[in-house]
């Protein structure tokens, strides 16, 4: 199997198997609600296995990784949208190792944040933007490439639905549903990355050739 067409398998694997993990983490917190529990705190050190969500997280961002790689390879370079999704990668990586305190936000005996749990805000911040930006970015330089012009709008239309959901997560207006929001948000994100995949899985050039298609298109 040549690398690029491994990279490709792995821009779907990746969000199937954090959708997976999330999923598995959410129905194993007693007492707590899927809505209840966000991401990031399935992974906590207080949540029960949070090694699944843990793992979730590293898989996704390196799956990213390598994807966001290898589709900077079958289109014209310079383009900012393969390294957004390189970028999200690594921030979901750091999301994982870097774990936060507790389950829950709020609790009783919350004294404050550890500088681990700092570090996992920030990546969350930097790998919530890249997945936003990426598939806007790439859905605009697909538009005319005749290769990949089929999806452009819909990634594009996922990316803004993604960001609306988001909006609607950090505003908190859907308490006590905010977890749902943020699920919807984080699908919707990784529904665009895994559409570009399968569109990438269906192109007979890659490399140079792939370049100079386009070029010329």
Not at 128 to 144: K, Q
Request: glycine fraction near 12%; include cysteine.
């Amino acid at each position: 199997m040549k690398v690029g067409r491994l990279a490709a398998l792995c821009g779907v694997a990746g969000p199937v198997l954090f959708t997976v993990a999330w999923v598995v983490g959410s129905l194993r917190q007693p007492g707590h609600g899927a809505a209840e529990v966000q991401l990031s705190g399935l992974a906590a050190e207080d949540a029960r296995d949070p090694q699944i969500m843990m793992a979730g997280f590293v898989v996704l961002g390196l799956c990213s990784i390598a994807f966001g790689v290898a589709l900077d390879r079958v289109i014209v370079p310079r383009s900012a949208g393969p390294w957004l999704v390189v970028v999200a990668g690594a921030a979901a990586v750091a999301a994982g190792v870097f774990r936060r305190d507790h389950l829950l936000l709020v609790g009783p005996g919350f004294a404050g944040e550890s500088w681990h749990n700092q570090v996992h805000d920030v990546a969350s911040g930097v790998a919530y933007g890249a997945m936003l930006v990426a598939p806007l970015v790439l859905a605009r330089r697909f538009r005319g490439d005749p290769q990949w012009a089929m999806v452009s709008r819909p990634v594009q239309v996922l990316a803004l639905g993604s960001a609306v959901a988001l909006a609607v997560f950090a505003s908190r207006v859907v308490e006590p549903w905010n977890g749902v929001a943020q699920r919807i948000a984080v699908t919707l994100a990784l529904s665009a990355e895994i559409l570009v995949a399968a569109r990438m899985l269906t192109l007979p050039l890659t490399g140079s050739g792939a370049r100079q298609a386009a070029r010329t298109g």
